[in-house]
C-alpha cells in the first residue's frame, strides 16, 4: 500500500510533527501547502530515524506546494499541467500502476467568491481531462486544499469535477451524458470525504472558521479533499482515509474539536493509502 498525507501547513515550522506524522502512518508521499520549510531543514527532519530516505520532488512554489516522497524522483513523469493554483504529473511507484497525480491550493474565500472560485474549476478540470488523454491514463487521483465545501456547486458541477458521494453511483453512471441529438459526455470523481462532516467520524472537518458570522455558515468545513476516478476506486478503501488529530506525541486540536491553528495550523492533515500494485488482470488497463 501507498501511503500518502496532504496537510495545509499555514506557513508553520512544523518539521518535528511532520517526521512523526510520516513514521507512523508510513508515507511514501507527502503533500504540503502553504509550506515555508527550507528543503534542507525538512529532509534533515523526514529522514531523522528512517532508514528509507525521503527527497524532494519539484513542485509548484508560487502557492507553497511542495511535494517530498520516499520514491526515486524518476517514479513522477514531468509536469503536464500547472496554473497558479495546482499542477498535474503522473507517478508510477515501483513495481506499479501510473495513475495522474493533481496536487492543488485552489483559491481562497477570503480573496475570491464562490463564483469566481467556481470558474477556476472549470479550468482544473479541463486541465486534468487534457492530461488524462495525453497520458492515455484516467486513473487520476486529486489532493489537496480545493477552499470549496463537498457540496459547493464548484464540486458538483458537471462541466467541473463533478465529484459524488456514492461510490456506486460514480461506478454506475460514469461518464454522465446530456443531450439527444449532440449528447455530452462528463466523467465523475468520488469524492470520499462527504463521510467525514459531521460528529459521526470525528473531527467535524478538516477547517472550521466562524469569525464573519454570515447567517448561513456551515462553520465546520472540509476543504481538504482527496477525489479519485472510477478505474482507480478498486484501490481505495473508505477505511483508508483519515481527518488526522494527533501525531501520537501531540494533539492539533483544542479540547472543544476545533483545529490548533495557534500552534499548528487552522487545518487539519488527510492521511490516506492506494493499493497500486501491479497485477496481472490490470495489464489491458
Known amino acids: 500500500m501507498a501511503g500518502f498525507l496532504f496537510w495545509n501547513v499555514r506557513g508553520r515550522r512544523l518539521e518535528p510533527v511532520l517526521r512523526r506524522l510520516t513514521s507512523r502512518h508510513k508515507i511514501d508521499v507527502l503533500m504540503l501547502a502553504e509550506c515555508t520549510i527550507p528543503e534542507d531543514s525538512m529532509l534533515d527532519a523526514l ?9 524532494r520532488v519539484p513542485a509548484l512554489a508560487s502557492r507553497g506546494l511542495d511535494l517530498y516522497s520516499r520514491f526515486d524522483q524518476g517514479c513522477f513523469g514531468s509536469v503536464l499541467k500547472e496554473a497558479d493554483h495546482y499542477f498535474i504529473r503522473t507517478l508510477t511507484p515501483p513495481g506499479g500502476i501510473e495513475i495522474v497525480l493533481a496536487m492543488a491550493h485552489l483559491a481562497s474565500p477570503s480573496y ?27 486513473r487520476t487521483v486529486v489532493v489537496g486544499d480545493l477552499n470549496v465545501n463537498p457540496f459547493d456547486d464548484a464540486l458538483l458541477d458537471v462541466r467541473g469535477l463533478s465529484a459524488l458521494a456514492d461510490r456506486n453511483t460514480v461506478l454506475r453512471k460514469d461518464p454522465r451524458r446530456f443531450g439527444r441529438r449532440q449528447v455530452e459526455e462528463f466523467r465523475l470523481f468520488y469524492n ?3 463521510s467525514h462532516f459531521g460528529d459521526a467520524v470525528q473531527p467535524a472537518g478538516t477547517y472550521y472558521y466562524d469569525k464573519s458570522n454570515p447567517e448561513v455558515d456551515p462553520l465546520w468545513n472540509i476543504f481538504d479533499q482527496v477525489l479519485l476516478r472510477p478505474s482507480v476506486l478498486d484501490r481505495f478503501r473508505n477505511k483508508n482515509l ?3 488529530t494527533t501525531d501520537g506525541t501531540v494533539s492539533f486540536i483544542w479540547d472543544d474539536g476545533r483545529p490548533n491553528g495557534d500552534v ?6 488527510i492521511w490516506f493509502q492506494l493499493d497500486l500494485r501491479r ?4 495489464a489491458s488497463n
Request: a positive charge.
Open 192 to 194: 470520499p470525504m462527504w
Open 47 to 55: 529522514n531523522a530515524n528512517d532508514r528509507e530516505s525521503f527527497r
Open 264 to 269: 499548528y495550523s487552522d487545518h487539519l492533515p
Open 112 to 138: 475570491k467568491d464562490l463564483r469566481a472560485r467556481h470558474s477556476r474549476f472549470i479550468g482544473f478540470a479541463s486541465d486534468i481531462r487534457d492530461v488524462e488523454r495525453a497520458a492515455g491514463n484516467d
Open 242 to 244: 483519515k481527518i488526522l
Open 279 to 282: 497485477r496481472t488482470s490490470y
